[in-house]
């Protein structure tokens, strides 16, 4: 028996990195997912790599009828909605805080912190019509320990983090848990945004030397802690800002 059977799911930005491992483990956990990402290419891609349990779906969830769409397919194609993934995101290259245009600052906070309200809106009423459900918003360690050149960035994330506190609290009445996951960086395809500088060796040593454990988050790290958190051996966790960082932030 898998941890999530029975429950379906939406996980979004799930075309890749850390959305398609938690959408991987949700399926082989039991769940049905609907694979949501603004590319329809790597969204269909992973559904069809993961079978029957699992369909794709195109949501910029930057826009709210988007959002209220792929809810509205989730609820046509699976029958209902209990966890809902907020995972897609973006980041401005690193560079310093005056060197970011108003353009890529109000694209990072659309994708990164807009979004969650729009799924909310979405989402939110359904949960409590059915007596419950999970809400996990992948936050940062960036909006917890932040590094010079990601300002913007960092504080989209702290946003993430703090909203997930406050929705839990709000939404506890409702047997809603909504928790945040806060990754240190990962070979994703946000790496080289996050780095500033080349890819190489000598660069990568340096963000290295921050993580005690010696290593990049991988999605299998956060699809770990996105399937503990929305299964029923976490009932009592809500409000949690959960460091997936190798050390990172102590």
């Avoid at 779906?57 to 046509?76: E, I, R």
């Avoid at 019509?129 to 994330?157: D, E, F, M, Q």
Wanted: glycine share 10%.
């Amino acid at each position: 028996m898998g941890k999530l059977n029975n429950q379906v799911a939406i996980v979004t930005g799930a075309g890749g990195g850390f959305g398609e491992g938690i959408a991987a483990l949700y399926v082989q956990e039991g769940a049905k997912v609907v694979v949501a990402d603004i590319r329809e290419d790597a969204a269909k891609s992973v559904a069809k790599r993961l079978g029957p349990n699992a369909s794709a779906f195109v949501c910029d969830v930057a826009n709210g009828a988007s959002v209220q769409a792929l809810v509205d397919y989730t609820v046509q194609t699976f029958g209902a909605v209990n966890i809902v993934v907020n995972n897609a995101g973006v980041t401005h290259v690193n560079k310093p805080m005056l060197d970011v245009t108003e353009a890529e600052f109000d694209r990072v906070y659309s994708i990164n912190v807009k979004s969650i309200f729009h799924m909310a809106h979405a989402v939110v009423p359904l949960m409590r019509k059915v007596g419950g459900g999970v809400i996990l918003n992948v936050g940062s360690v960036a909006g917890i320990r932040p590094r010079p050149g990601l300002t913007w960035y960092n504080g989209s994330k702290a946003a993430v983090n703090i909203l997930s506190k406050s929705m839990a609290v709000e939404l506890g009445p409702d047997k809603i848990r909504v928790n945040a996951i806060c990754p240190v960086m990962g070979e994703t395809g946000m790496f080289t945004q996050f780095m500033g500088l080349p890819d190489t060796p000598e660069n990568r040593a340096k963000f290295l030397a921050s993580i005690p454990l010696g290593r990049f988050s991988q999605p299998s790290d956060v699809a770990a802690a996105a399937l503990f958190l929305a299964s029923p051996e976490a009932e009592f966790f809500t409000g949690v800002e959960l460091p997936v960082d190798g050390g990172r932030t102590v």
